[in-house]
């Protein structure tokens, strides 16, 4: 295991160690984070990265192949732009979680606070507490799921992500509603939890979605959403 | 962009240590605003009733001697005075329109940057490292402030656009955003009588507020009125007397995190700004909701007790 302590070494350090370290996986912990930005970002292999505390802004954005576990709280866009691999908050997130991603799992143990999963095209994230007003704002593929409630203007403009949640929601976002839950999402939905290692199951969520009538959806190019 | 800090000490023994406190939320939020910085810090009241003026020559350089000789002969009383760095603070008697109207005849350079029992403002252009060395924050004592470094995007660059700003007796406020209608909302209050330091947008929201509290709503109502009013991006910390608050516009694009223990409150646009603070490893952290008021008084917790 290697060991970076930021309060004697860089996040530039950090960044450029973990982008050194060739495509073999190694298991690195961060040490006294502070809540400083952009920690162990644009990781392009399947390494184990340990931050040992409260994480700042952007943390594990544009990740790729590698785990990455945040023992505290996490600043805005945590994950932005996430193309695979996994990235587990032990604490609540802020903003914008997951901002625009592309693949891989985000895991937020605690809440996540607003516009999360904003504009996300295909990330799987999983929030075990609630989450803050236009959650899933402009989403267009992935699954956003709420263990917890949802506020205001949940799923605003989405396109086609699926967004299922366990709790409460508040008033929903322009074009977004309530959608069977059918066997499919079911089978689905257990998948997901399963591998976030949550200890619900599926039976209590709800599923909202697109009514489609925001964006021109054509049903023969569903395959292409 | 800007950053803004606030710290609301709940355990009075705190109170020797909170420029202290302050000083490293400010300097970490340098990369936020590195044009200027500014910080209102609620501290010991004067005797006999009097109050503090805080005087800003930062637009020219200023005898404070002759300052308090005249003074003296316009109240009819012995003045007392201290000098941080450009600023002075005047401990006067509560007669402030004849204070006000005295500076603003014979010394028009001089900028009030606060007035109040407990409140001091200090404010300047440069780094918020230099700044806080320049004006002692380390040293001061109180129990609560507020801070800002600010990054202009609306007004010019001066210790008078500077944040915090004060817009009533005791009652201060910092922002981070942009308000899309202060040239209207100022406008209106000019027509009340409402007078204004800078074109700033900041002060605009500052006077709204206490021309609010000034018709005699609480600060919860003043502050509910303002997200009816206002229109823009904000996240406002305030201080007042006793009390101190947060606000986010509907929207909440412009970042805020709270922490609180048993000890203190905290705010800051970052986490890291409070990561330095003792006893945020078991403090409660969360993101404050979009238009809610959050605030804090050492009244309200002395009630609970």
């Not at chain 1, 066997?183 to 949550?198: D, F, S, W, Y």
């Not at chain 2, 501290?43 to 020219?60: F, I, N």
């Not at chain 2, 009652?171 to 074109?199: A, C, I, Q």
């Amino acid at each position: 295991m290697r060991t970076i302590d930021l309060d004697t070494s860089s996040v530039r350090e950090l960044n450029a160690g973990l982008h050194g370290a060739g495509a073999a996986p190694e298991e690195w912990q961060v040490l006294h984070p502070h809540g400083k930005h952009a920690l162990a970002v644009g990781l392009e292999a399947a390494h184990k990265v340990s931050i040992d505390g409260h994480a700042g802004y952007y943390c594990g954005g544009m990740n790729k192949e590698a785990d990455i576990t945040v023992k505290g709280q996490c600043g805005k866009g945590l994950g932005e732009n996430i193309m695979s691999g996994t990235i587990r908050v032990e604490g609540n997130a802020a903003e914008a979680v997951g901002a625009s991603g592309h693949g891989g799992l985000i895991v937020i143990e605690g809440d996540a606070s607003s516009r999360c999963g904003i504009s996300m095209k295909g990330v799987d994230i999983v929030v075990k507490g609630s989450v803050g007003h236009m959650s899933g704002f402009m989403a267009q593929a992935g699954n956003l799921v709420v263990c917890g409630d949802a506020d205001d203007d949940l799923g605003d403009s989405i396109y086609e992500a699926r967004i299922y949640v366990r709790g409460k929601t508040g008033a929903l976002g322009a074009d977004c509603v309530e959608k069977e839950m059918t066997p499919e999402h079911v089978t689905a939905l257990n998948q997901i939890l399963k591998r976030a290692g949550m200890a619900c199951g599926a039976a209590a969520f709800r599923r909202y979605g697109s009514a489609r009538k925001l964006y021109n959806f054509d049903i023969d190019n569903a395959e292409n959403y | 962009m800007c950053g803004i800090v606030g710290l609301f000490l709940k355990n009075p023994e705190l109170d020797n240590s909170l420029g202290h406190l302050l000083t490293p939320m400010l300097v970490e939020m340098t990369e936020r605003g590195p044009d200027s910085a500014g910080f209102a810090v609620y501290g010991p009241q004067p005797p006999q009733a009097r109050l503090k003026y805080t005087l800003s020559g930062a637009d020219g350089a200023c005898d404070w001697p002759s300052l308090a000789a005249d003074l003296e002969q316009l109240l009819e009383t012995e003045v007392e005075y201290f000098v941080r760095a450009n600023h002075a603070v005047f401990i006067l008697p509560a007669q402030e329109a004849q204070v006000r109207e005295f500076i603003a005849a014979r010394y028009p350079d001089l900028h009030i940057t606060a007035i109040g029992s407990q409140l001091e403002i200090y404010k300047d252009t440069g780094l918020p490292a230099g700044v806080a060395a320049r004006f002692g924050l380390d040293g001061m004592i109180g129990s609560h402030a507020i801070g800002h470094t600010r990054m202009a995007t609306e007004s010019g660059i001066s210790g008078k656009h500077s944040h915090p700003f004060c817009s009533g007796r005791d009652f201060s406020l910092v922002h981070n955003g942009s308000l899309s209608n202060h040239n209207g909302v100022r406008d209106k209050l000019r027509h009340e009588g409402v007078t204004f330091d800078s074109d700033n947008d900041t002060e605009v929201a500052a006077r709204y507020i206490a021309h609010r509290l000034g018709r005699g709503r609480s600060l919860n109502d003043a502050l509910q009125d303002a997200l009816m009013e206002l229109d823009g991006f904000y996240t406002f910390a305030i201080g007042s007397a006793d009390g101190f608050a947060v606000l986010r516009d509907s929207i909440a694009a412009k970042p805020a995190v709270l922490a609180e223990t048993g000890d203190w409150v905290a705010m800051a646009s970052e986490y890291r700004a409070l990561a330095a603070l003792p006893g945020i490893e078991q403090a409660r952290i969360w993101e404050p909701k979009p238009a809610t008021v959050y605030s804090w008084s050492h009244e309200r917790m002395a009630r609970a007790a």
